[in-house]
């Protein structure tokens, strides 16, 4: 009962933050407190009604009139005698509304339907399986807001050597945005980093390169992506890495410590004439290497509370000396205990590696 009542209170609180979007909160603050509830419920009303296809406000419109009127009642007298009649509507309104349901829930059902077949395809561009690594090991995972996301993960070697002694490129980035636009630019932004990527040019290049392709399809910078590119030695355990405008990446040492790989440039897509610093770190055996974006901080609970960074550092912090699988687990336990059943309302995607 308690699982079911959370989900209720937490799709209750998701459609009024679709609705509340339409909302003018900066006029609605100015009116006197009893007069908010009816402005709220009317701008509710009408942003529900303009979500709608002209033909179904239509029939909105003439079911709600049929309910007014029905129950009406009017008296007449005949060679002395009283009559009473009445109109009762509510079979007719409840049909109209329960057609309503049927068309739009037959259009959900279709869109979700499409939209897994994107996710299908989304799955494609992101590895299934962790690639093997010498001295190291490396695990992901990703929960998008909707069925499709604008987080993208990868960990692969782009070079035919691969695992006999190539360097590991290990990338995390968020596009700006959610649902398709963003998993759209998503899949763009893989095809072109792959493509750098596999002609072996310098990390300082491919990062200008990977600016310049985005600068060109963000919008004048409104659909630009945040990321961290790295290559991995596993022979030296060095990581070379450019941090464009995201999540600084968690390093937790051995001994407890925490170390943090903070920005060193803007995100991709925003200024032509960018310039990306490029940073490297070493890593030793029991170091554990975090990349996340920023739906895993601001997860939030039933409360409207953020998961927050001090509640993430104190989950890394006591990590235990387990693998990156075990330790990914580790770290999502921590975020789904504290949300539950809400819904997010942004990607959730971690990828460790941890040193053996």
Known sequence: ?????????????????????????????????????????????VAMLMKLTPAR??????????????????????????????????????LIFLLLLSLELADKVTMKRDLEIAREIQTW???SVAPAIPGANVAFATRPQNSVAGDYYDAFYPLADGAQGGKLFLV???????????ALLMATFQASLYTIAREGVPLNELVLRLNNYSCAHSLDGR?????VLGEFDPATRRLTYVNAGHNAPVIRRKNGDIERMEASGLPLGVEKQATYEVASIELA???ALIFFTDGVVDASNERGEEFGEERWQAA??????????????????????????TRQFDDITCLVLRCV
């Open 125 to 127: 561009l992101v590895p």
């Open 223 to 227: 659909r630009f992506t945040t990321a």
């Open 172 to 182: 995390i980035a968020d596009v700006a945005g959610k649902s398709v636009p963003a």
């Open 1 to 45: 009962m308690d699982q079911l009542w959370s989900q209720f209170t937490a799709d209750a609180r998701a459609s009024y933050g679709f609705y509340g979007r339409d909302v003018d909160w900066e006029e609605i603050h100015k009116l006197p407190k009893w007069q908010r509830p009816f402005v709220i419920a009317k701008q509710i009303f």
């Open 316 to 341: 890394i912090r006591n990590l235990p000396e387990w693998n990156a699988e075990e330790s990914l687990k580790f770290l999502m336990k921590h975020v789904d205990d504290f949300v539950k059943y």
């Open 57 to 94: 406000r239509v029939l909105v419109v003439i079911a709600l009139v049929l309910l007014a009127f029905s129950g009406f009642q009017f008296q007449f007298v005949q060679q002395g005698t009283t009559y009473t009649a009445g109109f009762r509507f509510e079979l007719f309104s409840a």
């Open 285 to 287: 055996s029991g170091d």
